[in-house]
């Protein structure tokens, strides 16, 4: 039983208990508009109650004067949803259509168009909506282990990838099937996921910790599928592809620590300094390899460069 069932079964059970004890003619209305308002952020639930609430206003409005007009007539609820709707999509209301319907259908079941029954019709979504908010502002899940372990998870993942790509520079015949590329997209997407979440469940403070670690790696994500595709066009096993294979070893503990060592920028640096020094290809196919092993390296300058305006230095 997820948590949000356990939330939704108090906000319905308050609502219901609150109309009950205030002498609401239809108190089960109230619980059916907080099972409605219960949402999975604290900062989402604030804004879809206050939509909802605002829709609600709008279609008893207009339903009560469509139903002066024509009558408490079954068509005049069709005449009802045929601008309605329509009218609450347009103002961006959607996420209301359904709970001011809802009320709008007591109004035509009751037969009534007088202030007493829309103030009690009123009154029943505020304390459903209210209750429902109330319930998400009083408490969210804690999403940091979770967060924790999607990391965990991703900077092994990437020190995987790293670990291949030295493998293929010292053995250009070496074969990786990428599932490790596969499953870090996957992690870094539901992170990134989570840690929206997370902001949306901040109201006081904002901490945007988690958000810009997995965009980070989103970023760098994107770095290391060009590296791969410049990987591809490394055919010949050279001295530089060793030393480049050397890099990518110590990054590929780099990477697994939480702030930015700049180790492996430094040996980086090291070798195209060096690269600039040595005699040229004598060969086409020498120079071509070189050449996408100098440009592997230019695009690990850029993933280097994402970490350390993202990471923080160690004091």
Request: charged share 20%; net charge neutral.
């Amino acid at each position: 039983m997820g948590f949000r069932v356990v939330k939704t079964a108090i906000a319905t059970l308050l609502a219901i208990l609150i109309a009950q004890w205030i002498g609401l003619p239809a108190p089960l209305s109230a619980g059916l508009l907080a099972i409605l308002g219960v949402d999975v952020t604290r900062k989402r639930s604030i804004r879809v109650v206050t939509e909802r609430f605002c829709a609600s206003i709008i279609a008893l409005l207009l339903g009560s004067l469509i139903f002066y007009i024509l009558g408490f007539k079954i068509f005049a609820l069709a005449v009802y949803i045929l601008i309605a709707f329509p009218l609450l999509s347009r103002f961006g209301m959607k996420d209301g259509i359904i709970p001011s319907t809802v009320a709008v259908f007591h109004i035509f079941g009751a037969e009534s168009l007088t202030l007493h029954t829309l103030g009690y019709e009123l009154l029943s979504v505020g304390i459903g909506l209210g209750s429902a908010t109330l319930v998400n502002l009083l408490y969210m899940p804690n999403m940091e282990k979770q967060l924790i372990v999607l990391r965990t998870q991703v900077d092994q993942l990437f020190s995987d990838i790293f670990v291949q790509i030295e493998r293929n520079l010292r053995d250009v015949n070496y074969a990786w099937d990428g599932q490790e590329l596969l499953a870090v997209e996957r992690v870094v997407a539901k992170g990134i996921a989570l840690s929206k979440r997370g902001l949306d469940n901040q109201m006081l403070r904002t901490d945007e910790g988690w958000y810009i670690y997995f965009y980070m790696r989103q970023q760098q994500l994107n770095s290391v599928e060009r590296m791969l595709d410049l990987l591809s066009h490394v055919y010949q096993n050279l001295p530089q592809g060793d030393q480049a294979a050397d890099l990518f070893h110590l990054l590929s503990d780099d990477v697994k620590i939480s702030y930015y060592t700049g180790l492996s920028e430094t040996k980086l640096n090291q070798f195209i300094d060096e690269a600039k020094q040595m005699p040229l290809p004598v060969t086409r196919s020498e120079f071509e390899v070189r050449s996408a092993i100098l440009q592997l390296c230019r695009e690990l300058q850029q993933f280097l460069a994402i970490a350390r305006k993202d990471k923080q230095r160690q004091s």
